[in-house]
T-cell receptor, first 113, second 111 residues
């Protein structure tokens, strides 16, 4: 059983398009996250949700909009894609906010051409 | 400001060599400390964690880390690396609401 799953695994699209990435966790965790990993492997947190409520919103362009329909799902919608959005996006979850271990999904490699 | 520093960006070792990766943090208050590993093409996985108690913690695959509070450090060690340890290693610090990752250390082990 996959603990944290993401779809799609690969996403190739053109500049200006709108795309979504979905994330689901079956661990019963309260908190979910989105991270962006750039080509240098630097991992940067984008958003964090706890029980469907946004708790962390780092400096991310408002073209990125997370949505949590329930605590097991955290989707990421990106409008007007730009070349600089090309990266690997990881979803993660933890039991609750704070200093808990995070469980990561397999990542979605987004390529904007 | 809260931050995590990993001093070694790239490390190349031969098999059986000993490994030590540095991690220093700046974070007010009580923290939990982690090392994660990312094998090529894979997602991050927990290697080990420190919450409290014995400052020397043991993780999977023969890794260990030592928390030195006075130095704000949590260095990762392994006495004898294997080719399969080739990966990216991330130190992370977590407080009440914030989770901060270091910039990562790319380890390449030569067979």
């Amino acid at each position: 059983d996959t603990a944290v799953s993401q779809t799609p695994k690969y996403l190739v699209t053109q500049m200006g398009n709108d795309k979504s990435i979905k994330c689901e966790q079956n661990l019963g965790h309260d908190t979910m996250y989105w991270y962006k990993q750039d080509s240098k492997k630097f991992l940067k947190i984008m958003f964090s949700y706890n029980n469907k409520e946004l708790i962390i919103n780092e400096t991310v362009p408002n073209r990125f909009s997370p949505k949590s329909p329930d605590k097991a799902h955290l989707n990421l919608h990106i409008n007007s894609l730009e070349l600089g959005d090309s990266a690997v996006y990881f979803c993660a979850s933890s039991q609750r906010t704070g200093g808990n271990e995070q469980y990561f999904g397999p990542g979605t490699r987004l390529t904007v051409t | 400001a809260q931050s995590v520093s990993q001093h070694n960006h790239h490390v190349i070792l031969s098999e059986a060599a000993s490994l030590e990766l540095g991690c220093n943090y700046s974070y007010g208050g009580t923290v939990n400390l982690f090392w994660y590993v990312q094998y090529p093409g894979q997602h991050l996985q927990l290697l080990l964690k420190y919450f409290s108690g014995d400052p020397l913690v043991k993780g999977i695959k023969g890794f260990e880390a030592e928390f030195i509070k006075s130095k704000f450090s949590f260095n990762l060690r392994k006495p004898s690396v294997q080719w399969s340890d080739t990966a990216e290693y991330f130190c992370a610090v977590a407080g009440t609401y914030k989770y901060i990752f270091g910039t990562g250390t790319r380890l390449k082990v030569l067979a």
